[in-house]
T-cell receptor
Framework: DGGITQSPKYLFRKEGQNVTLSCEQN?????MYWYRQDPGQGLRLIYY???????QKGDIAEGYSVSREKKESFPLTVTSAQKNPTAFYLC?????????????FGPGTRLTVL | RKEVEQDPGPFNVPEGATVAFNCTYS??????FFWYRQDCRKEPKLLMS???SGNEDGRFTAQLNRASQYISLLIRDSKLSDSATYLC???????????FGTGTSLTVIP
């Protein structure tokens, strides 16, 4: 079955440590996105990529980094510079740029900083 | 001003009731509109796209009013399984960014 996978589902890290969240899709989608969701809040865009080897900052990119070396993969690194990283992280993809297509989401990773 | 605004609710309605949610967006250049459903601690899933002429899918009806810059979702004959958070989403073709409302919480009561 085609879809988006994220791993791990739950992640715990100590303050000061970097951590990388995985996102893989086999939908052959061009565009991929990372969002953060905090309790009672909407999704906020961290980074997005419309093609391989290119990505743009979203509204809350500070303290995060990404790479897009392959079409199917878009890992997110949460660095120690992110002051409040505990949140629910969602990866999404769309077939192509242009906006008419829906976004498909992975199951998410819950990150807790201890 | 937020790009997309929704009444967070909560909406608590009895089974069988009809409930409507509205969502306003700030940018008249918005091109695509969607309603997503999100269950507790799960990822959002597409409920329906919203077309200019309005569209219906079973008990769900979505409407778009470009002049007033709002979209609506109507749920008829509410079921217990409709309990969830409903997210309004708009997209601008330029930049291909999606903007999400904070969601409206619905609980259908037996």
């Amino acid at each position: 079955d085609g879809g988006i996978t994220q791993s791990p589902k739950y992640l715990f890290r100590k303050e000061g440590q970097n951590v990388t969240l995985s996102c893989e899709q086999n939908l052959n989608h061009d565009a991929m996105y990372w969002y953060r969701q905090d309790p009672g809040q909407g999704l906020r865009l961290i980074y997005y990529s419309q093609i391989v080897n290119d990505f743009q900052k979203g509204d809350i990119a500070e303290g995060y980094s990404v790479s897009r070396e392959k079409k199917e993969s878009f890992p997110l690194t949460v660095t120690s510079a992110q002051k409040n990283p505990t949140a629910f992280y969602l990866c999404a993809s769309t077939h192509r740029g242009g906006g008419a297509d829906e976004q498909f989401f992975g199951p998410g990773t819950r990150l807790t900083v201890l | 001003r937020k790009e997309v605004e929704q009444d967070p609710g909560p909406f608590n309605v009895p089974e069988g009731a009809t409930v409507a949610f509205n969502c306003t967006y700030s940018n008249s250049a918005s091109q695509s509109f969607f309603w997503y459903r999100q269950d507790c601690r799960k990822e959002p899933k597409l409920l329906m796209s919203v077309y200019s002429s309005g569209n219906e899918d079973g008990r769900f009806t979505a409407q778009l009013n470009r002049a007033s810059q709002y979209i609506s979702l109507l749920i008829r004959d509410s079921k217990l399984s409709d309990s969830a958070t409903y997210l309004c989403v708009v997209n601008y073709y330029t930049g291909n960014q999606f903007y999400f409302g904070t969601g409206t919480s619905l609980t259908v009561i037996p």
